[in-house]
Each structure stands twice: as C-alpha cells, then as structure tokens.
C-alpha cells in the first residue's frame, strides 16, 4: 500500500528551508506585499510541477548521460541569482520612483527551469518516491498533489513572512540594509549551487 509519509516529509524538509524561491518570495513579500506575490508564488508551483512530470516522465535521464547539461543549467541560474541580487540592490530607490514590479508569473515559472534546487528536489523525488504501481496519470497526479500540497503553504509562509516586515521597510535605510542582505543571500545561494 502506498503511504505518502516519507515523500511529505521529504517535500516539506525541501520545501520550507530557504533557497531561491523562498529568498525571491520573502524580498517580494517584503516590497511588494503578500497579494502582488500571489503571481510569482504561483508560477513557482506551476513551474516546478511541468519540471516534477517532465522528470517523471524521464528527462531525468537527460541528466544522468549528459550530465554537463546539468552542470550548465547550474551556472545559467546562478547567474540568473546574481542578475535578480543585483537588481533587488536596485529596488529601493527604483520603488520610490514606481519602477519595479515583481517577478511574473511567466518568469517565475521559467525561472524553474534554471533553479539546481529544483531540479534537485524533482530528480531525488522521482528516484525515491515515484510510485510504479500506479498509472502514468495517476503517479504524475499523485506526485504533483504532495509536492505542491506541502510546497504550496511553505512557500506562502515565507512569503507571508517577508509582507509582514513591509512596514518595518518603510523605513529608506532598513530598506536597504534588507535589500542587500536578501541580495547577498541570493549570491550566496548561487555560489552554494555551483560550488560543490
């Protein structure tokens, strides 16, 4: 019988420590507040689950004979970490002026595609808890609805997290201090992702 404990646990222990996504939520939460994140919290999820299928399905093996593919998706989306570091560095004298906006839905849903977190947590998923007993539609559905029933709230948790520090943020001066203190994590959690 199918117990889906294991691959909850695993999905939350994946899901609420910090890494790109939840860095990008919290600094967006923070400057934008929790309902102009709603976009960007949701091409996440949906993102990750064409990423979680499309490895169910097997790109996975993609990886596994070219491995050099990974390790190029690694570098594009630490860099993609240090062009949104450097451009949360940016944002508050741009919010002033009204001209930054958060990430978009489309954005983040392809942002999926570089994030080595993700292809991390959609690969070891498929290895361990892919559930060949069942149907293709019936395993793709059943792998979709924990990874996202579990992801979903802690994503929005940090989310939550960074709207509640917006009017602490009023502040120019904490603005900035948070600004660049989510930037460095950002160029932080790049270097961890391609340094290993």
Same mark, same amino acid.
């Given at each position: 019988?199918?117990?889906p404990l294991?691959?909850m646990?695993?999905?939350?222990?994946?899901s609420i420590t910090?890494?790109?996504?939840?860095?990008m939520l919290t600094a967006s939460?923070a400057?934008?507040g929790?309902?102009?994140?709603?976009p960007h919290?949701?091409?996440?999820?949906f993102?990750?689950?064409?990423?979680?299928?499309a490895?169910?399905?097997?790109?996975?093996?993609?990886?596994?004979?070219w491995?050099a593919?990974?390790?190029?998706?690694?570098?594009?989306?630490?860099a993609? !970490?240090?062009?949104?570091?450097?451009r949360?560095? @940016? *944002? %508050?004298g741009?919010?002033a002026e009204g001209e930054?906006?958060? +990430?978009?839905?489309l954005e983040?849903?392809?942002?999926q595609f570089?994030?080595p977190?993700?292809?991390v947590?959609?690969i070891?998923?498929a290895a361990l808890f !892919?559930?060949?007993?069942?149907?293709?539609?019936? @395993? *793709? %559905?059943y792998?979709?609805?924990?990874?996202e029933?579990?992801? +979903?709230?802690?994503?929005a948790?940090?989310?939550?997290?960074?709207?509640s520090?917006?009017?602490?943020?009023?502040?120019p001066?904490?603005r900035?201090?948070f600004?660049?203190?989510m930037?460095?994590?950002l160029?932080?959690t %790049?270097l961890?992702?391609?340094?290993?």
């Amino acid at each position: 019988m199918l117990n889906p404990l294991p691959f909850m646990t695993y999905a939350f222990a994946m899901s609420i420590t910090p890494g790109p996504n939840n860095v990008m939520l919290t600094a967006s939460g923070a400057t934008f507040g929790f309902r102009r994140t709603l976009p960007h919290l949701l091409g996440v999820v949906f993102g990750f689950v064409v990423q979680l299928l499309a490895v169910c399905l097997g790109l996975s093996v993609l990886f596994t004979r070219w491995p050099a593919l990974q390790t190029a998706l690694s570098w594009a989306g630490a860099a993609y !970490l240090v062009y949104l570091g450097a451009r949360m560095l @940016r *944002s %508050a004298g741009a919010q002033a002026e009204g001209e930054s906006r958060p +990430v978009r839905f489309l954005e983040a849903a392809m942002f999926q595609f570089l994030n080595p977190k993700a292809w991390v947590m959609s690969i070891t998923s498929a290895a361990l808890f !892919l559930p060949q007993e069942l149907g293709l539609f019936a @395993r *793709s %559905a059943y792998m979709a609805l924990v990874m996202e029933g579990v992801g +979903v709230p802690c994503m929005a948790a940090w989310a939550l997290f960074g709207s509640s520090l917006k009017n602490f943020l009023a502040a120019p001066r904490a603005r900035v201090v948070f600004n660049g203190f989510m930037a460095v994590t950002l160029a932080g959690t %790049a270097l961890v992702m391609v340094v290993k």
